[in-house]
Structures are given as structure tokens and as C-alpha cells.
Nanobody, 120 residues
Framework: QVQLAESGGGLVQAGGSLRLSCAASGSFFRINAMAWYRRAPGKQRELVAT???????NYADSVKGRFTISRDVAKNTVDLQMNSLKPEDTADYYCNARCATELNPGYDAWGQGTRVTVSS
């Protein structure tokens, strides 16, 4: 089993910043890509940002230039620095890790989510 623990959500005014963190633990050989997703009220889950074990990143167009994903491979952690937040960034944010485990080379682990609310 792989567990992801997220932290850092909360309430912030538009234009403010928040930093989300996620730590992986459990039984796995390695973590390949890590990512942050979000689900806004009444909307589908969407990919926010990804980062590979080599440090390559990819962002949704809606957050480019405002959000930064980073990762500590040795500590199995991934962070999402969110700046210039907008009300439309309000959502539950979920950490994702693509892990190689004993039984599954591409096991998808998910965190329970952390809520981000941006007031106007």
C-alpha cells in the first residue's frame, strides 16, 4: 500500500498565495511521476501540474506562470506553490503518485484531498 498525505490548503484572498505539500509513504520501489489534480465544485477533476522523477514539469494552461510544482525525490514529497490565486482556483486539490510496487509497476496512489478556497 502507498499512502499520500496532503497539507497546506485553506482560505486565502484573491491575489494571495498558498503552498500545498504531499508526502508519500508505504511499500513501493520508486515513485515515477507525481502530480496535483483538482476538482472544483460541480466540475470534473482536472490535471493541474505534473513532475517526473527527472524534474520535467507540465502545467495546465490556467495555472501557467502562477503555480510551481517541485519535488524532493529522496524524501518522496511534492509541493505546489500557488501564487496570484484567483476565485476560480477554488477546489479540492489531490496529490497523485505513479509508483512502482511489488505487484504493479504503474500503481496510481491518491491523497484524500485538501481544500483551497479563494475569496474575491
Amino acid at each position: 500500500q502507498v499512502q499520500l498525505a496532503e497539507s497546506g490548503g485553506g482560505l486565502v484572498q484573491a491575489g494571495g498565495s498558498l503552498r500545498l505539500s504531499c508526502a508519500a509513504s508505504g511499500s513501493f520501489f520508486r515513485i515515477n511521476a507525481m502530480a496535483w489534480y483538482r476538482r472544483a465544485p460541480g466540475k470534473q477533476r482536472e490535471l493541474v501540474a505534473t513532475i517526473t522523477s527527472g524534474g520535467s514539469t507540465n502545467y495546465a494552461d490556467s495555472v501557467k506562470g502562477r503555480f510551481t510544482i517541485s519535488r524532493d525525490v529522496a524524501k518522496n514529497t511534492v509541493d505546489l506553490q500557488m501564487n496570484s490565486l484567483k476565485p476560480e482556483d477554488t477546489a479540492d486539490y489531490y496529490c497523485n503518485a505513479r509508483c512502482a510496487t511489488e505487484l504493479n509497476p504503474g500503481y496510481d496512489a491518491w491523497g484524500q484531498g485538501t481544500r483551497v478556497t479563494v475569496s474575491s
